[in-house]
């Protein structure tokens, strides 16, 4: 790997079976990703956008090839291992913000840190910095159904960075949300990645959204077809 170097892909594949049939959804995928930028993976709805993402965020084991997160091939840890990375090394924020209903907002973001150990004071302290720095401080003892859909997803932003991960992984992030409050959460996710030199890598069907990434992976039918590069596009 190079120095900036943080996450590379290599000859990725994932095929499902259902009975007789097989479904290739990924068919040898090879790509990089470097620390400090922000990669859009675009593509008709079947493309496997998510597939790639899900992979990368171990969330799913490959059928054949390798994802190198540093210099450890994530399709071949042991599970004990792979959890140790999600909870320290992964960030995940998905369309559906999958807060728990009855949780306030500071605990929602607490989660994290109290699975990997952290002391309930500290948990709670770093909880109510992160909903300050996606502007919900006042928010913070409010439960999600006491909150509007932008809000809860600002919530699950500051979840997702609690453990300060070196990948943010974001599915369709601004889905469900009005124009004007995509870009909020955007311009959070895009600040989160510069500040602390992370790599994000976002998922979507939005040209606007893609037009700020550093980077556009094109997927289709399992294949990366380009990669268009934002100061050449």
Same mark, same amino acid.
């Given at each position: ?5 943080l996450?590379r892909?290599?000859g ?5 079976h ?5 479904l ?16 859009a993976?675009?593509?008709? *709805?079947?493309s ?11 969330? $799913?084991? @490959? #059928?054949?090839?390798?994802? +190198?997160?540093d ?12 959890n ?5 090394r992964?960030?995940?924020?998905f ?8 949780f306030?907002?500071?605990?929602n ?21 992160m909903?300050?720095r ?14 509007s859909g ?5 919530? *699950?932003?500051?979840r997702?960075?609690m453990?300060d ?5 974001? $599915?369709? @992030? #601004?889905?469900?949300?009005? +124009?004007?409050?995509?870009?909020q ?8 990645t510069?500040?602390?030199d ?26 990366l ?5 934002k100061?050449?596009?």
């Amino acid at each position: 790997m190079t120095n900036n170097e943080l996450l590379r892909v290599e000859g990725l594949v994932k095929t499902y079976h259902d009975g007789e049939r097989e479904l290739k959804v990924l068919r040898g995928v090879d790509c990089t990703f470097r620390r400090g930028e922000a990669v859009a993976i675009v593509g008709q *709805s079947g493309s496997g956008k998510s597939t790639l993402l899900n992979l990368i965020g171990t969330l $799913d084991r @490959p #059928t054949s090839g390798k994802i +190198v997160l540093d210099h450890e091939d994530l399709a071949t840890l042991p599970m004990p291992k792979l959890n140790q990375i999600r909870r320290e090394r992964l960030g995940f924020i998905f369309q559906f913000h999958h807060l728990l209903p009855e949780f306030r907002a500071w605990e929602n973001v607490a989660v994290p840190a109290w699975i990997a150990g952290t002391s309930p004071s500290q948990a709670k302290k770093k909880a109510l910095e992160m909903l300050d720095r996606v502007g919900l401080s006042e928010r913070a003892s409010h439960i999600p159904s006491k909150m509007s859909g932008g809000e809860q997803q600002r919530v *699950s932003l500051a979840r997702a960075l609690m453990n300060d991960p070196d990948v943010i992984l974001a $599915d369709e @992030p #601004t889905g469900n949300l009005d +124009v004007e409050t995509s870009m909020q959460v955007i311009d959070i996710l895009w600040k989160a990645t510069r500040d602390r030199d992370r790599l994000l890598v976002i998922v979507t069907h939005e040209p606007s959204i893609a037009a700020h990434a550093d980077r556009t992976m094109t997927l289709r039918e399992g294949k990366l077809i380009s990669i268009t590069n934002k100061e050449n596009a």
